[in-house]
């Protein structure tokens, strides 16, 4: 299933989501992605809403 055994954090290993490369996300790429879907569904509701004008 591509889950990399040989990565360690804080001694746990065996992440069940992770990254295309096997590693685990990040902070810092939960938080990226997060405020991208956040400003891409505000872009999509207000085209939608200036359609619906």
Do not use: Q
């Not at 685990?24 to 991208?36: C, D, F, G, N, W």
Request: aromatic fraction near 10%.
């Amino acid at each position: 299933m591509g889950i990399r055994d040989d990565i360690a954090i804080d001694g746990y290993k065996g992440f069940v989501f992770t990254a295309k490369t096997g590693n685990p996300y990040t902070h810092e790429s939960i938080v990226r992605t997060t405020k991208l879907v956040v400003k891409r569904a505000n872009e999509w509701e207000a085209e939608r809403e200036r359609s619906a004008l």
